[in-house]
Nanobody
Framework: QVRLVESGGGLVQAGGSLRLSCAASGRIFRIGAMDWYRQAPGKQRELVAASTSGGSTNYADSAKGRFTISRDNAKNTVYLQMNSLKPEDTAVYYC??????????????WGQGTLVTVSS
């Protein structure tokens, strides 16, 4: 059983910063991708930032220059540093990871989400 637990969400004024964390725990052989998605009210879930075990990263256009994804592989944790936040960044932020628990295959796992609210 693999569990992803996000933390760090909250209420912040426009222009402020937040740092989200997502820790993976359980029976983990290896972790592949660790990504951040978000879902705003009435909208579809969208990719914000992605990272691979090899260190590659990718960002949505809306996140480029403001958000930074990073990982601590020793702690099975991914972070999302969010700067210059805007009201349109308000959403539930979800951690997604691909985890191999047996050495044979990766499976997708999602966290429960953490709410980020940016006030104008």
């Amino acid at each position: 059983q693999v569990r992803l637990v996000e933390s760090g969400g909250g209420l912040v004024q426009a222009g402020g910063s937040l740092r989200l964390s997502c820790a993976a725990s359980g029976r983990i052989f290896r972790i592949g991708a660790m990504d951040w998605y978000r879902q705003a009210p009435g909208k579809q879930r969208e990719l914000v930032a992605a990272s691979t075990s090899g260190g590659s990263t990718n960002y949505a256009d809306s996140a480029k220059g403001r958000f930074t994804i990073s990982r601590d592989n020793a702690k099975n944790t991914v972070y999302l540093q969010m700067n210059s936040l805007k009201p349109e960044d308000t959403a539930v932020y979800y951690c997604r990871s691909t985890v191999d628990t047996t050495g044979f295959r990766y499976f997708e796992h999602w966290g429960q989400g953490t709410l980020v609210t940016v006030s104008s």
